[in-house]
Nanobody, 127 residues
Framework: QVQLVESGGGLVQAGGSLRLSCAAP????????MAWFRQAPGKEREFVAA????????YYADSAKGRFTISRDNVKNTMYLQMNSLKPEDTAVYYC????????????????????WGQGTQVTVSS
C-alpha cells in the first residue's frame, strides 16, 4: 500500500509558475514508477508526465513538453512537477499516481496501469 499526498496547487496568472509535490510517506516510494495526471471540469483524466523509479527516464504529454519538468527525490520520498509558462488550459485538478510497471512497456500513460492515487490538488490559471 502506498499513500500519496499532493500539495502545491493554487491560483496563478497565465505565464506564471507552480511547483507541485507528491509525498509518499513510508519506505517503498523508490520501488514505484510515478506519474502526474490532470482532470479539468467535464473532461476525462489525462496523462501529463511520468518518471521511472530510478528517476533517470522521463516522458511528457505534448501539452507539457518544454514547460513542465517531472522529477523525484527517492531519499525524501517525494515527486515534483515544476510547471512554467502556465496557460488557462492547464487549469485542472492534478493527481499523482504510482505503479510497479514493466520497463519494457514504459512509458505508461494509461490510468488503469497505476495502482495508487493521491487525492489531487487544484491548479487554476487565470487569463
Amino acid at each position: 500500500q502506498v499513500q500519496l499526498v499532493e500539495s502545491g496547487g493554487g491560483l496563478v496568472q497565465a505565464g506564471g509558475s507552480l511547483r507541485l509535490s507528491c509525498a509518499a510517506p513510508g519506505g517503498t516510494f523508490s520501488w514505484y514508477d510515478m506519474a502526474w495526471f490532470r482532470q479539468a471540469p467535464g473532461k476525462e483524466r489525462e496523462f501529463v508526465a511520468a518518471i521511472r523509479w530510478t528517476g533517470r527516464r522521463t516522458y511528457y504529454a505534448d501539452s507539457a513538453k518544454g514547460r513542465f519538468t517531472i522529477s523525484r527525490d527517492n531519499v525524501k520520498n517525494t515527486m515534483y512537477l515544476q510547471m512554467n509558462s502556465l496557460k488557462p488550459e492547464d487549469t485542472a485538478v492534478y493527481y499523482c499516481a504510482a505503479g510497479r510497471l514493466n520497463g519494457d512497456n514504459w512509458p505508461v500513460t494509461g490510468r488503469s496501469e497505476y495502482d495508487y492515487w493521491g487525492q489531487g490538488t487544484q491548479v487554476t490559471v487565470s487569463s
